[in-house]
Every structure is written in structure tokens, then in C-alpha cells.
């Protein structure tokens, strides 16, 4: 069974900055895709940022510059780096993950409220 434990949300001024973690467990972890979605309420969840097992990130342009997406794999965590938050920001954060062979799995969400 695949466990993913998000910390770190809260909130935060306009401007500041925010870090959130998501430790994994009950997969190998190096092998999966991870990811982090937001949803704001009345929205649709999005993704905000991602990053392979190899690395490879993505976001999309409303984040990009901003957001940082990391991952320890020594650690079974991963990391969202969040600058220049803006009141949009303001969320719900889930850790996402695609394990291969299996399927995706989400944590239980943070929230974060940035304040204008």
C-alpha cells in the first residue's frame, strides 16, 4: 500500500514563501513519477508542478518561475518550493504519485492561504 504524507502548508503573506514536503512510502520510490496538484474551491484540481524519475520537470506557466519542484530519493520525499506566493496560490496541495505497473495515488492535502 502506497502512502504519501504531505507537510508543510499553511499560511502566508503575499509575496512570502512556502515549502511542502510529501514522504512516500510502501513503493520504490525512485522509480515513480511525482507530482503535486492544487484545487481551489469551485475549481477543477490542477497539476502545479511534476518531476520524473529521471528528473525531468514540468509546470505549467502560471507556477513556472516561481515553483520548484525537488526530489530526495535517499529520503523518499519530495519537495515543493513555492516563491512569490500570490492570493490565487491559495489551496489545497496533493502529493501525487504514478508508480509504474500500478497505478496513482494521492495524499491527504494540505492547505495553504496566502493573504493579499
Known amino acids: 500500500q502506497v502512502q504519501l504524507v504531505e507537510f508543510g502548508g499553511g499560511l502566508v503573506e503575499a509575496g512570502g514563501s512556502l515549502r511542502l514536503s510529501c514522504a512516500a512510502s510502501g513503493s520504490i520510490f525512485s522509480r515513480n513519477t511525482m507530482a ?34 525537488s526530489r530526495d530519493n535517499a529520503k523518499n520525499t519530495v519537495y515543493l518550493q513555492m516563491n512569490s506566493l500570490k492570493p490565487e496560490d491559495t489551496a489545497v496541495y496533493y502529493c501525487n504519485a504514478i508508480v509504474p505497473g500500478i ?9 495553504i492561504t496566502v493573504s493579499s
Open 36 to 69: 503535486w496538484y492544487r484545487q481551489a474551491p469551485g475549481k477543477q484540481r490542477e497539476l502545479v508542478a511534476g518531476i520524473t524519475s529521471g528528473g525531468t520537470t514540468n509546470y505549467p506557466d502560471s507556477v513556472k518561475g516561481r515553483f520548484t519542484i
Open 103 to 111: 497505478g496513482a495515488y494521492w495524499g491527504q492535502g494540505t492547505q
